[in-house]
């Protein structure tokens, strides 16, 4: 193809197109990675030895982990084949291949009928999960920001940036939706398997609009000039003057963006089930409220970007967090503290259910289910369930769940958004800001990599990382243990706030390195 | 500026090892002799994942802000 035949210009129509074929992939690949954390409750039920609840669930964490570890890598092995045979082609495999894994996760038999092979099998699903995922965002930045004109990078592009908040609320709506649609014991059973298995058929739906779509033209120029590089990682990672820019998108802008949004949005979903034992649907509804009232902003601040810079709006969201989170989480977990509430003694309830367990005429299980009414309208459950069994002894389990008011929930809800604003501040407008920052034919390699060490590992594993620092805090009989987790955000967005704020030239409104 | 970012170099570098000796010697050592599953899959993700991420990573940015090569 001779370089006089590629257009570099896109019309509005044609990037309105482009945008909506590119975020509903990347969409449907984060609906699929987000649907395993959204369940890893009952995933660690079903998949892990379960004599120790707290332990299926922090393998389930670690396996959630593992999805963030291996992302890093499919940014390399991905993003090497984007700048060598193009951006279409490698984005269609890679939402192939995250449809197929999610469908597989929702095939996998159960720990009970094939032992360690099942947790086995999740984990290497997982692990291609994370590996599509590496592959699949800075592809679909890089394609977009091509294609758009220069100066509207940050708007067009924090249409990509929605897709990983949108699918995380969709996520928890299917969810919603298919668990409510059922009874709890079809639930437990096969029903969670549901909304892994439908994701096959977004997938397939999106790779019928993504075939149709014409290569980046800017790749498409760069190919037809046999300026595309022949060794991507050795230009990338090998190269000082690149490598430079690497270590400093990692440290300067990344690092501090992924522990914010995980804080925000992840988070904030373990801390109030985990710590504060806010009722599971209520949770959930009011994450979905603070996600749909937060998510215009990625594009208000994209927008803004445009005007005013990348750097200033990236740098105020994680300064925001340093200095706020410690307050919105104590507000938080006060909001519902049942030792500031007055309970009504005469509305207690006890009830004792004993059920004969299955396949067994002798052995029993026990469920006793106190509940606790408050004046404010809170309503706190605490079941214990034990196993009446004759040959063996097993340790009572224990659960707890508060339903707080209405008044309590908005106040959550804000709180809640309050901290997804700080999220689109520091995520709106990354993927221009990555984008601008390395040049065409090493673009998808180098921008992917810092991108999904920083979103990937820093803040991936902040869940598991800030769960460990309250159980050890609890451990130590620390008054505060539930704010604890919150110092390793909080370390890592100060950090990553000075250096970005003394090194980062922003490019946002000047250009690129090209 | 240009001497604050290079003096701050060395300020990335006591970080990185900082992180080194806190990943290894107070959450991973410590977690793999604990003898729990949990504290295991922990230690190894901490020890062998983000400890050689953050050292490895501000050794080498901490060396690059002290040669000057941020300065512009």
Redesign the interface.
């Known amino acids: 193809m001779s370089t006089e035949n590629i257009s570099l210009k896109t019309s509005t129509k044609e990037l309105v197109s482009i945008i909506g074929a590119s975020s509903v992939g990347t969409l449907i690949e984060w609906y699929d990675f987000y649907i395993f954390g959204s369940l890893a409750t009952i995933i660690s039920t079903q998949f892990f030895p379960k004599e120790n609840p707290?332990?299926a669930f922090?393998?389930t964490l670690?396996t959630f982990?593992a999805g963030f570890?291996v992302r890093p890598f499919g940014a390399l092995f991905f993003g090497r084949l984007g700048d060598m045979i193009g951006r279409k082609y490698t984005f269609m495999i890679t939402l192939i291949l995250m449809g197929g894994a999610t469908f597989a996760i929702g095939l996998v038999p159960k720990y009970e009928t094939i032992g360690f092979a099942a947790p086995l099998i999740v984990l290497i699903l997982r692990l291609l999960q994370g590996l599509a995922l590496g592959g699949e965002y800075g592809g679909a930045a890089t394609y977009v920001a091509e294609h758009s004109p220069e100066g509207e990078r940050g708007f067009w592009t924090s249409w990509i940036q929605i897709t990983a908040t949108a699918g995380l609320f969709i996520s928890l709506g299917v969810i919603l939706i298919t668990k409510n649609s059922m009874e709890k014991a079809t639930w437990e059973d096969w029903g969670w398997r549901i909304p892994f298995l439908v994701s096959i058929i977004m997938v397939f739906v999106s790779v019928l609009i993504r075939r149709n779509m014409s290569e980046s033209p800017l790749f498409a120029k760069a190919k037809a000039e046999g300026k595309t590089s022949k060794n991507p990682l050795k230009e990338s990672f090998g190269n000082?003057l690149n490598?430079?820019f690497v270590?400093?998108a990692?440290?300067g802008a990344t690092m501090g963006q992924g522990v914010i949004w995980y804080t925000g949005q992840f988070y904030a979903q373990t801390f109030l089930l985990k710590i504060m034992n806010i009722d599971y649907d209520q949770a959930n509804t009011l994450l979905i409220i603070a996600l749909m009232m937060g998510t215009p902003f990625f594009v208000v601040f994209g927008w803004l970007s445009d005007k005013i810079g990348r750097k200033p709006i990236m740098l105020l969201g994680m300064f925001l967090g340093v200095i706020c989170y410690r307050p919105i989480y104590e507000k938080m977990y006060q909001t519902a503290n049942l030792s500031n509430k007055e309970e009504i003694m005469t509305n207690l309830k006890v009830e004792v259910k004993r059920a004969l367990l299955p396949k067994s005429t002798t052995d029993s299980l026990i469920t006793t289910t106190t509940t606790h009414v408050y004046t404010d309208g809170t309503i706190y459950k605490e079941t214990v369930k034990e196993n009446i069994s004759s040959n063996k002894e097993s340790k009572p389990e224990m659960s707890q769940s508060i339903k707080i008011n209405e008044a309590d929930k908005w106040t959550l809800i804000w709180l809640v958004f309050v901290q997804l604003i700080f999220v689109t501040m520091a995520y709106g407008p990354i993927a221009a800001f990555l984008v601008e920052l390395f040049p065409v034919k090493i673009r998808y390699t180098s921008m992917s990599l810092p991108y999904h060490?920083g979103n990937g590992?820093?803040g991936g594993?902040m869940p598991?990382i800030a769960t460990?620092l309250v159980t050890a805090s609890k451990d130590a009989n620390n008054p505060d243990f539930y704010l604890a987790g919150l110092t390793y955000p909080i370390l890592i967005a100060s950090?990553c706030f000075v250096?970005g704020l003394?090194?980062i030239?922003d490019l946002g409104v000047k250009g690129n390195r090209d | 500026?240009k001497e604050?970012?290079k003096i701050?170099g060395i300020v990335?570098m006591l970080?990185g090892l900082a992180t080194a000796y806190f990943g290894i010697f107070e959450l991973g050592i410590p977690k793999f002799s604990s003898g729990?599953?949990?504290d295991l899959?922990?230690g190894i993700?901490i020890m062998l994942?983000?400890t050689p991420?953050i050292t490895g990573?501000?050794l080498?940015?901490g060396k690059?802000?002290w040669d000057g090569?941020?300065g512009?």
Request: net charge positive.
């Open positions: 707290t332990a922090l393998s670690a982990a570890v000082k490598f430079k270590l400093l990692l440290f060490i590992v820093f594993l598991a460990y950090v250096i003394l090194y030239r | 500026m604050i970012k701050l990335w970080l729990k599953q949990e899959v922990f993700i994942v983000l991420i990573g501000l080498i940015f690059y802000a090569e941020f512009d």
